[in-house]
Structures are given as structure tokens and as C-alpha cells.
């Protein structure tokens, strides 16, 4: 099914966010559970806000000057490897859609949000590395 998104998700700063506000502006479905057609866009917003929040805070960090102990480049290959593992995590979870499960797709696309957001939360743990000579190492706080 092919939906056209009317509905706007408006992310909030992510570099601001606590580990338990949300992360994005996210619409509440279960408003709108009597349509399927309304249900669905709703899912399709609240996932492409998600997306959009990831992606602005890999921006903001691709355009720091500072990196841990890698570079852009580093950065750009380990956010590749992860759409890998969250498309491989999400299928684990829920199929690959093929058994006929009419809720796949809700299921697929609240998958994909929840492991978003705790990506995006893993960006923002990261330290900034500063300071001549310092290796950063993100895992000793």
C-alpha cells in the first residue's frame, strides 16, 4: 500500500533531549486507530521523524571538527553498518513480511522507530574529543 503522508513530526533538538523524553515530536496513533488508512500515515510520520532526528544528528556530528578516534569517513561506514543491523534486527523480530501477518507492517515500522531512537540516544552519549593529543575513548567515562 503506497500512502501519501499529510502529517507533519516537527523532531525536537536532539542534542537537548534527556534518555527519557522523546526524541522526536511524535503523533499518538491510537488517536486515530479507527482508520487503517490514518493509522498507517500516522506510523509513516512518527518513523520519518525518527529518521529525520537520526539524520540531524549524524549531520551535526559529521560537521564537528573533532572525532573520536576515527574520522567522517569512520563515522559515515559505522552508520552504513548500522542500517544493516537495524533492517537484520527488525526481520529477526518480525519476518520479513512474507507469512501473511496483515500487522507486519506496524509491527516492521515500530521496530524501526524504537531502534532508531536508541541509536540516536547512543549518538548523543558520545563525547566530544578535544584537547591536543587526547584519544577519545567513548566507552571509559
Not at 16 to 21: L, Q
Not at 97 to 108: I, P, Q, R, V
Amino acid at each position: 500500500m503506497k500512502a501519501v503522508i499529510f502529517l507533519v513530526a516537527a523532531c525536537a533538538s536532539v542534542s537537548a533531549a534527556a534518555a527519557d523524553e522523546p526524541l522526536c515530536a511524535k503523533q499518538n496513533c491510537a488517536a486515530v486507530i479507527q482508520s487503517a488508512t490514518a493509522f498507517h500515515q500516522c506510523y509513516a510520520a512518527n518513523l520519518a521523524a525518527a529518521n529525520k532526528a537520526l539524520d540531524d544528528i549524524y549531520q551535526s556530528l559529521l560537521t564537528q571538527k573533532t572525532f573520536y578516534v576515527g574520522n567522517s569517513k569512520a563515522l559515515r561506514d559505522v552508520e552504513r553498518a548500522w542500517i544493516v543491523y537495524k533492517d537484520k534486527e527488525c526481520k529477526y523480530e518480525y519476518g520479513d513480511g512474507t507469512s501473511g501477518n496483515e500487522d507486519y507492517w506496524l509491527a516492521h515500522a515500530d521496530c524501526e522507530i524504537r531502534v532508531t531512537e536508541q541509536r540516536i540516544r547512543e549518538l548523543q552519549g558520545r563525547p566530544s574529543c578535544t584537547g591536543g593529543g587526547s584519544l577519545c575513548t567513548p566507552h571509559m567515562r
